[in-house]
């Protein structure tokens, strides 16, 4: 046992000796490399990856140590040299392109727009487009780019989905129903008769009444009919339910008109999801949180109401906007002030700038 310990002894004494006869840069060296080395066995992973700026470092500080120290470091010196040498390599390397220049990310969601918003489109219509807008981009470019995007060739991308089909017919399409309000002394029920406009959510709200019969629908229909005036050619179908308010006579009158009623199946209120929707969007607002005394009230609540819905409340279907908003110019910078506008006696606020 004391053999070896006195060997250990000599050693490290030699050891020190060898150390004061070193320069200070190889000392300085040699304990930045062994901090930079504890720093990366720190790190919780099995196998320490080394970044660039850490083979940096190793390549730049390895190269001041001993030889004898060069091969006790956590990398072998032939690849702190190789290190070495792509570090002078980039220094001296000047950037230079061979090819066709690289295409900027505007032109790529240019491409991949025009493509997702014209399903039909080829390659080459693409190009002549692009070109118009003073891009001219080959046809294998706006191949690699769409393939870069995941967006289909123009037959796959053809094909009509539900979902593009049923927002194409909306413009074209019209819904209708009925929902009924109890009056609050009486507890007489009366029942609104409205359509809405599927494309824009515009509603009508054609009339009440207290006994929704035949007679009365088919007068509310002609009265839509005129109100729309010329604007009733634009609408192909419209969407209705079972009820018994609804006769022959009153398909007969939008039939004339070049639109063909629709009828849901029974008994399934999604089929008529949109006149559903407003109709919960009305008791929400309005009838739930308000007391209507009689078939009067209700019809000047309703105006007020209606005309909020269709010119100022905003619409998650439409981005949030109005269905019909007023054509207004507003100067943002003459107008800073925002006014409050209360209507339905404060249930509803409308905010506008104010000059």
Request: glycine share 6%.
């Amino acid at each position: 046992m004391s053999p070896r310990l006195l060997y250990l002894i000599f050693c490290r004494l030699l050891g020190w000796l060898v150390l004061l006869t070193r320069t200070t840069a190889a000392k300085n060296a040699e304990i930045l490399v062994l901090r930079h080395e504890v720093t990366l066995l720190r790190r919780q992973k099995p196998r320490p990856r080394l970044s660039w700026p850490d083979r940096a470092v190793l390549a730049a500080l390895i190269r001041l140590l001993p030889r004898p120290l060069q091969a006790w470091r956590l990398v072998t010196p032939a690849t702190a040299l190789s290190w070495h040498r792509r570090l002078v390599a980039r220094k001296w390397t000047y950037p230079h392109r061979r090819g066709r220049p690289r295409s900027d990310n505007g032109l790529a969601d240019l491409v991949a727009r025009l493509a997702v918003e014209n399903p039909t489109w080829g390659y080459v219509r693409i190009q002549g487009e692009l070109r118009k807008l003073g891009h001219r981009v080959s046809r294998a470019t706006i191949q690699r780019l769409l393939r870069t995007r995941r967006v289909p060739p123009a037959p796959q991308r053809a094909q009509t989905t539900w979902r593009r089909f049923l927002r194409t017919q909306a413009d074209t399409m019209l819904a209708c129903d009925f929902l009924h309000v109890d009056c609050a002394v009486t507890l007489k029920r009366v029942y609104v008769f409205f359509v809405i406009e599927v494309g824009s959510r515009y509603v009508h709200v054609l009339g009440t009444t207290s006994n929704p019969d035949a007679a009365w629908t088919v007068q509310m229909a002609r009265n839509l009919l005129m109100d729309l005036g010329e604007r009733a050619d634009r609408f192909r179908f419209l969407i209705r339910d079972r009820g018994g308010q609804f006769s022959g006579v009153f398909d007969a009158v939008f039939a004339g008109a070049g639109i063909e009623v629709i009828k849901t199946p029974a008994r399934c209120p999604r089929a008529n999801a949109y006149a559903e929707r407003w109709v919960r969007t009305l008791r929400s607002e309005l009838t739930d949180r308000m007391l209507i005394f009689g078939q009067r009230h209700l019809r000047q609540v309703l105006t007020e109401y209606v005309r909020h819905y269709n010119e100022k409340r905003p619409h998650r279907g439409l981005d949030l906007s109005p269905p019909r908003p007023p054509a207004t110019v507003i100067d943002l910078a003459e107008q800073r002030r925002i006014r409050r506008r209360p209507i339905l006696g404060g249930l509803i606020n409308e905010y506008e700038r104010a000059a």
